[in-house]
Nanobody, 118 residues
Framework: QVQLVESGGGLVQPGGSLRLSCVAS????????MRWFRQSPGKAEREVVA?????????NYAAPVKGRFTISRDNAKNTVDLQMNNLKPEDTAVYYC??????????WGQGTQVTVSA
């Protein structure tokens, strides 16, 4: 079955960096677009942060993180990473790895906590 496992979260000071990683299994990773979402404290909805397409590796970013975050994938290792630089307190959230099958079903990892605080 589809499994997504995130790692790399933690506590970092404003202006610092973190690199999140997601290891995928149970599907043909190279065929699927991958996404990073986040759910901020007090918000009911998860918001998409970054997207990377399957074969071409085209990327797109939410406005608040553009220029600071970089999504990348390694189809040989079935991983998708999120490099986060110049972190701000408003980046504090639980970050989730996501993919969606052709039927429109979403798959999620367990999430990894990122806290940006002095």
């Amino acid at each position: 079955q589809v499994q997504l496992v995130e790692s790399g979260g933690g506590l970092v000071q404003p202006g610092g960096s973190l690199r999140l990683s997601c290891v995928a299994s149970g599907f043909t990773f190279s065929d699927y677009t991958m996404r990073w979402f986040r759910q901020s404290p007090g918000k009911a909805e998860r918001e998409v942060v970054a997207i990377i397409t399957a074969a071409e590796g085209l990327t797109n970013y939410a406005a608040p993180v553009k220029g600071r975050f970089t999504i990348s994938r390694d189809n040989a290792k079935n991983t998708v990473d999120l490099q986060m630089n110049n972190l701000k307190p408003e980046d504090t959230a639980v970050y989730y790895c996501n993919t969606r099958n052709r039927q429109g079903d979403d798959y999620w990892g367990q999430g990894t906590q990122v806290t940006v605080s002095a």
